[in-house]
């Protein structure tokens, strides 16, 4: 079992839920990533998203895209970033997960990025423009590495494609709540839980919640058919207007649920 799956369950044998923050890395300049990972890490997040800063974020939102143009202005790439969160990795007590599109990646040479983020102690690696049948460019390098291969699966998918993605899986399964990018909304309906009950019945790791969470109240409807949520746009804009109170609202949504 991964170091990833054994904190989130570890979570909800505690009788809470999992929460996720995401950030964009180098949103603010590479002395933020720090700075965000230790608040999160020190008002409960149970693991962190990592967000890479790339050009054509096709699964982004409004939010997190001007996040990320910010963040290459700032100079951040995969590189400078992984280096950054190795520099302190020995204060980070939860685990990491990076997110980031595939060409990054490739740039980086597979192996060379798997070291790297070995390295940072990085548990848990996310590529959502890497469909499951290229999962192999990335698998063999991962091989023996304690680096979670997370796999979304969204709400269109066939019921065969959901058994195959949920059975590659690990970590946890990233249940994608709506159609489209990133980004906050307005509610869910009925047939989301639904879904997300369903996936949880065929799981045999934790199925975490993402996309359009935003608010207190969305938390804790997720939480009524999930192990957890991720909640990437919110937080994204709350460290940039710096509303530290705000995340912390969000962090405190999922305990005891």
Do not use: C, W
């Not at 595939?102 to 102690?121: M, T």
């Amino acid at each position: 079992m991964t170091t990833l799956q054994q904190a989130i369950e570890a979570t909800t044998r505690a009788h809470d839920k999992a929460f996720i923050p995401y950030i964009m890395a180098g949103d603010g300049g590479l002395d933020t990533i720090k700075q965000q990972i230790l608040f999160l890490q020190q008002h409960g997040a149970t693991a962190i998203e990592v967000g890479i800063p790339f050009s054509d974020p096709v699964a982004d939102g409004p939010t997190i895209q001007a996040a990320g143009l910010r963040a290459l202005e700032e100079g951040a790439n995969l590189r400078t970033i992984l280096a950054e969160i190795a520099s302190f990795k020995d204060e980070v007590h939860i685990p990491l997960v990076v997110m980031t599109y595939l060409n990054p990646i490739i740039r980086y040479g597979i192996e060379a990025f798997v070291d790297a983020a070995e390295a940072a102690n990085i548990k848990g690696l996310i590529i959502p423009d890497m469909p499951l049948e290229e999962a192999d460019l990335v698998t063999d390098a991962l091989a023996g590495k304690d680096i979670a291969l997370v796999q979304l699966i969204s709400l269109t998918s066939p019921a065969a494609r959901i058994e195959k993605l949920a059975a590659a899986a690990q970590g946890f399964i990233y249940a994608v709540t709506v159609n489209g990018i990133t980004g906050t909304r307005d509610g869910f309906d009925e047939a989301l839980h639904d879904h997300l009950r369903a996936l949880k019945r065929i799981a045999t790791i934790p199925v975490l919640a993402g996309f359009g969470i935003s608010t207190r109240e969305h938390v804790e409807a997720m939480n009524r058919s999930v192990d957890g949520v991720i909640v990437g746009s919110a937080i994204v804009k709350a460290f940039h207007e710096q509303r530290l109170d705000d995340i912390e609202v969000l962090l405190k949504a999922p305990a005891n649920q």
